[in-house]
């Protein structure tokens, strides 16, 4: 998981562990060449391929010459389908993360705070998001379907009489980025726990405070910076998300990664598919640049 | 952690117990599509309904069976191999370059290679297909290969560069001032102390890789890899023949998991 770099406090430890050998430029360009390389020539240049497209008028493989024209991102802001799965994706994020957050921070807590094997009993959740996305999301298509699990156990209960439609609407969705994503959730939100002091909240019990109040007054305040940042990292996910919105979902919730995606795979307008990769790019670097604000914070304090 | 609170953290019977169960639950939560899938992969109907039916063993004979599968299956484990490869050798060289030096372009690097991971989607995937494009480099199997590294390399930077971070320089110096030259200290010193992160992200990386959907999707072109080709089988035919191959590919990342439990535990820790 990516959660490496959520540990804000390897970065300076870099530049204090690191002054050795300041110079010798050339050998260490020589030792960093080949990744310089791969993050440089496909990861950076894209991104300015990208944007090139996006103003231009058609690709040039259709006219080599093609005009530039800002079009694209007018019509990517004028036309409902585009603006409304932008708000509707920005919607189901938030919404996700906030219900991964409520139902992944006792569990982050019991891991960090209570549990013997912690660190174990971790692993072993995260084993499913060992496999392909793919097949996560394909299951839980089979588990909210009209004949799934879901519908069976509220059926055998006498809840219901008739199966509830779980999938290709918001539920759908919503479960599949919920659960799609919970490892961004929980891992940074173990990382964040395990550091609090044990004395401040030993401390706070011995003025008088139970438990609630501790975690109300000490451990919460301490995590913010922590949870943040997981919850930005689960935004950035969901925003990224194609297979939960082309799985479990239906025509009428579509999410605009998954419209991207629809736009590429069906040889629709790559100019204005640019546009849109490029806003959805641009809501990332907010996102991660939030991020990273967040991670100086938690240095600082 | 254990005991040493316990003051602390003494427990009153119930609150302890809802805890535990709550906690419980959610471990089954999380594991039940891995559940289900293995349990569909058994089933003798070939409706994916509950209640499950009998047993059986024929939708693996008919994963065994298809060629394409096989086919698929063989090309993702060569572009995980190759990839695993160019990403934890790279990685290991910015790793060391990034902990060891300081050079111009250091920042640019480091902001490059967290980027990398954290804007990593359909964003990412279909602008180096329109890079590809435009370079006239049709999709298959090595530019697939290169999609894979240019993303995952960035995982393997992390967990070495922690490991990096985390051993005592001391070693090294001690290497260099008894007359070793640079390249013979990393051999023989730097090396097998990273040789644990190494391989726990070389694991990381074959199971990324193994399971990537959105770059393999644009990048393979004709080809197929099997994130790819289950792809297609779900959204339009529907045997459990799929079950049976998403049960064979999800035993391979728990032996993964099983195998760095075991051996990194200490690697496992960095990631968090």
């Keep these: ?99 991964s957050l409520v139902i992944s921070y006792p569990v982050a807590y019991y891991l960090a705070r209570r549990a013997r094997r912690g660190a174990l009993i971790l692993l072993v959740m995260l084993i499913p998001f060992w496999t392909s996305i793919i097949l996560r999301v394909f299951s839980w298509k089979i588990i909210l379907g009209s004949s799934g699990i879901i519908n069976f156990l509220l059926k055998t209960a006498g809840l219901i009489d008739l199966p509830v439609q779980l999938l290709y609407n918001r539920t759908g969705i919503i479960f599949g980025l919920v659960y799609t994503y ?120 | 952690m254990p005991d040493a609170g316990k003051r602390v953290w003494r427990q009153t019977g119930w609150g302890r117990k809802i805890f535990g169960l709550y906690v419980a639950a959610y471990l089954g939560y999380l594991l039940l599509p891995l559940v289900i899938l293995v349990l569909y992969a058994f089933n003798s109907s070939e409706y994916l309904i509950w209640p499950i039916k009998g047993f059986t063993l024929r939708w693996f004979a008919e994963a065994f069976s298809d060629s394409r599968l096989l086919k698929a299956t063989g090309n993702s484990i060569f572009i995980g191999l190759v990839t695993t490869f160019f990403s934890t050798f790279f990685g290991m060289l910015l790793a060391y370059g990034l902990v060891r030096f300081r050079f111009r372009g250091k920042r640019l690097l480091e902001t490059l290679n967290i980027l990398a991971i954290i804007t990593y989607g359909v964003v990412s995937a279909v602008s180096v297909l329109l890079w590809f494009h435009a370079l006239g480099i049709s999709g298959g199997i090595w530019p697939t290969i290169i999609g894979h590294t240019t993303f995952i390399m960035p995982f393997a930077v992390m967990v070495i560069r922690d490991r990096l971070l985390n051993f005592d320089m001391a070693l090294e110096e001690a290497a260099m001032d008894l007359g070793a030259n640079p390249l013979h200290t990393f051999r023989d010193v730097t090396l097998p102390l990273i040789m644990p992160a190494l391989l726990a992200a070389a694991l990381f990386c074959f199971t990324i890789s193994f399971g990537e959907f959105l770059l393999a999707f644009f990048l393979i072109g004709n080809e197929l890899t099997l994130p790819v080709y289950l792809y297609g089988l779900m959204r339009f035919t529907f045997t459990p023949a799929v079950n049976a191959a998403a049960t064979m590919i999800i035993s391979l990342p728990i032996l993964a998991v099983i195998i760095v439990a075991i051996f990194f535990r200490r690697e496992v820790r960095s990631l968090y």
Excluded at chain 1, 30 to 42: H, K, Q, R, S, W
Excluded at chain 1, 269 to 277: I, P, T
Aim: glycine content about 8%.
């Design chain 1, 182 to 301: 919970t490892p961004f959730m929980i891992l940074p939100l173990y990382a964040t726990l395990g550091k609090v002091p044990r004395e401040l909240l030993e401390a706070s019990e011995d003025l008088g405070r139970n438990k609630i109040q501790t975690l109300w007054r000490v451990t919460l305040p301490l995590t913010r910076s922590g949870t943040m940042s997981a919850v930005i990292l689960v935004l950035l996910a969901c925003f990224g998300d194609v297979l939960s919105a082309q799985m479990l979902g239906g025509a009428n919730t579509l999410m605009i990664s998954s419209v991207i995606f629809e736009t590429f795979m069906g040889g629709a307008n790559w100019n204005v598919g640019s546009a849109l990769s490029v806003i959805v790019f641009g809501t990332l670097l907010l996102l991660a640049a939030v991020l990273t604000w967040l991670g100086r914070e938690v240095e600082h304090a």
């Design chain 1, 1 to 99: 998981m990516p959660d490496g770099m959520m540990d804000s406090s390897k970065t300076p430890a870099s530049d204090r562990r690191g002054p050795g050998p300041a110079g010798s430029g050339g050998m260490v360009w020589l030792v960093v060449f080949p990744a310089a390389f791969l993050l440089v020539v496909f990861f950076l240049i894209p991104m300015f391929v990208a944007l090139r497209y996006s103003v231009l008028s058609t690709m040039p493989f259709f006219d080599p010459d093609p005009s530039y024209t800002f079009a694209n991102y007018i019509r990517v802001l004028t036309e409902p389908i585009y603006l409304r799965s932008f708000m509707r994706t920005a919607g189901y994020a938030v919404t996700a993360s906030i219900i």
